[in-house]
């Protein structure tokens, strides 16, 4: 992390030496000085610091705050300098120089336009931007490492979102934070608001409301609309699995899977799963093994017990691991131990996906597991939705997609999965990297075929 603190220093009190020696006490690196201004008591200046963690920079700002002379002015980073003014724009794509020009664009000749889309609805998604452009919409209810934030607060993340759209597919994608978390009005909104756009991506809405939320608008819309928190994970996972079980020469149809954390990802996980073919799952909660033995107040997790969980086992997590092959944690960290790990069946694979502490780290897992990832970037195969999500949409969007359904879904994680040829796959090798030049095109070509053979094209 680098930070710039602005110091207003007393020339008779301290000097450039002393803070050098202060912020070396601290473990942290002096990168850079500026002199902003001079006087002939008093100078001020930036210094560029880099620290290895929050807890380092706090302890360098506290340092500096009680030294006697200094003064801290202003502090701030190179991220949230990048956040300066949003990290969006919009631009023309046409440069306007004459009237010639803006009579076309504008009045009076966007009159025929109008009417023509108005006598012909579905001109729109070749006559105006809905043609390429989504919306991002949040509640700001399930902020990755934060949970509920205001809506101001969600809007960082989501702009994040629409430029990695921008970056890795080239769909203009627009951050649009909702001042409410009522389902309803949710849904009305992005149903008030979706005229203008070619498909609805969800982000950061908790469960159980998601469900609500997202299966209400792919009933009333005729334009894709996709979770991400949800279904970018399950994705991702299944192009994970169909590479590892590649190497542990284990079938899909036959493998036992648990999956701890029926929550959002969870379950969607789950369908993903079970829609390529998986026949035995069993789910974990806080509560223990999901069963029909149960009854739940929660509507997912009943759906959950009845469709899960053949054997109709009880128990809490070690129970599930008996015999299992796969182990997918979309929990919390920790909660794996290595005694649940010796239970698990021979060449086991596990995903421990849980931000920042997976459920167990790959150190004391490696001599237990065949295959890991987890959600991290600085161990290998982290699963990471941004796999996903740019060439799913490219792929909806050129086919004038009506939904995201399963048959799509499939046939991208197929696509990222197939990026990795079988000669280069290895326990440390099954996920590709986010900046892999061929995931993106490859998932475009899947989902744009998946799309006109599932019938849900528009394109003739």
Request: hydrophobic share 45%.
């Amino acid at each position: 992390m680098h930070i710039i603190i602005r110091l207003e220093m007393e020339k008779k009190k301290v000097n450039i030496g002393k803070v050098a020696t202060l912020i070396h006490q601290h473990k942290a690196d002096l990168v850079a000085i500026d002199v902003i201004q001079e006087k002939p008591d008093v100078t001020i200046r930036d210094i560029s610091i880099k620290v290895s963690d929050e807890s380092i920079q706090l302890k360098v700002i506290q340092g500096l705050k009680d030294t006697e002379g200094l003064t801290v002015r202003h502090i701030s980073d190179r991220t949230f300098l990048i956040h300066l003014g949003g990290k969006l724009d919009i631009r023309p794509k046409l440069d306007l120089q004459n009237r010639e020009q803006l009579s076309h664009v504008y009045t009076p000749e966007v009159a025929r336009v109008s009417r023509a889309i108005d006598e012909k609805p579905e001109l729109a998604h070749n006559l105006t931007i809905k043609n390429n452009t989504i919306a991002i919409i949040s509640d700001g209810t399930a902020v990755l490492g934060l949970g509920t934030v205001r809506p101001e607060a969600a809007m960082p993340v989501i702009e994040g979102k629409a430029m990695l759209h921008k970056r890795f597919a080239n769909i203009n994608a627009y951050p649009i934070s909702l001042a409410t978390q009522d389902p309803k009005e949710i849904v009305q909104t992005i149903k008030a608001i979706s005229p203008g756009f070619g498909g609805i991506h969800l982000e950061d809405i908790a469960s159980p409301q998601c469900f609500e939320i997202e299966d209400t608008l792919k009933e009333e819309l005729d334009i894709p609309v996709y979770h991400d928190d949800q279904h970018g994970t399950a994705i991702v996972v299944l192009a994970g699995i169909l590479n590892a079980l590649k190497l542990v020469k284990k079938r899909l149809e036959d493998v036992n899977v648990v999956v701890c954390g029926v929550g959002a990802a969870g379950i969607a996980t789950t369908k993903m799963l079970m829609a390529a073919g998986v026949g035995n799952i069993v789910g974990v909660d806080k509560a223990g093994i999901i069963s029909s033995n149960n009854n739940y107040d929660n509507a997912m997790w009943q759906w959950y017990a009845a469709n899960t969980n053949a054997d109709q086992i009880d128990g809490p997590l070690e129970t599930a691991l008996e015999g299992a092959d796969i182990f997918i944690g979309v929990s919390s960290g920790g909660v794996l131990s290595v005694e649940g790990l010796k239970k698990m069946a021979d060449d086991a694979i596990v995903f421990a996906l849980a931000n920042p502490e997976p459920e167990i780290s790959p150190a004391p897992a490696q001599e237990h597991v065949r295959v890991m990832a987890t959600g991290r970037s600085d161990y290998p195969n982290q699963v990471n939705n941004l796999l996903c999500f740019p060439g799913i949409f490219r792929g909806a969007l050129d086919a004038k997609a009506t939904a995201i359904n399963d048959e799509m879904k499939v046939a991208a994680a197929k696509a990222i999965a197939a990026t990795i040829h079988e000669d280069e796959l290895s326990e440390d090798y099954i996920i590709p990297g986010v900046f892999n030049e061929k995931v993106v095109k490859q998932a475009r070509n899947a989902v744009y075929q998946a799309a006109m053979d599932s019938g849900v094209s528009r394109k003739i």
